[in-house]
């Protein structure tokens, strides 16, 4: 079992910057792919990055712009979120899927899921 819990989101004006945590809770932590994902009113959850053992993927619209990172020493994964847009408010969910060896874009292939957190960009 894994609990995630995610913190730092707000509210932040166009170009500026964020960053987000995710704190998990559990003995897979080491073993899952951590990621994020996001869901804007309206819209469906979307895939953002995902990081594994072998490294980590980024949808299109983020790379560039969001770096994810973790330490397995805290069980935490980050994702630092530069020049923010308009379009990237959403509620972000940290996500954990329990294989490390693959980093799928669906939903459906993830395990667990975080609360969200808010993310408002204001143009």
């Known amino acids: 079992q894994v609990q995630l819990v995610e913190s730092g989101g707000g509210l932040v004006q166009a170009g500026g910057s964020l960053r987000l945590s995710c704190a998990a809770s559990g003995r897979t932590f080491r073993t899952s792919t951590m990621g994020w994902f996001r869901q804007a009113p309206g819209k469906e959850r979307e895939f953002v990055v995902g990081i594994g053992w072998t490294g980590s993927r980024y949808a299109d619209s983020v790379k560039g712009r969001f770096t994810i990172s973790r330490d397995n020493a805290k069980n935490t994964v980050s994702l630092q979120m530069n020049s923010l847009k308009h379009e990237d408010t959403a509620v972000y969910y940290c996500?954990?899927?329990?294989?490390?060896?693959?980093?799928?874009?669906?939903?459906?292939?993830?395990?667990?899921w975080g609360q969200g957190t808010q993310v408002t960009v204001s143009s």
């Open positions: 996500a954990a899927r329990l294989d490390v060896g693959t980093i799928v874009v669906a939903t459906t292939g993830w395990d667990y």
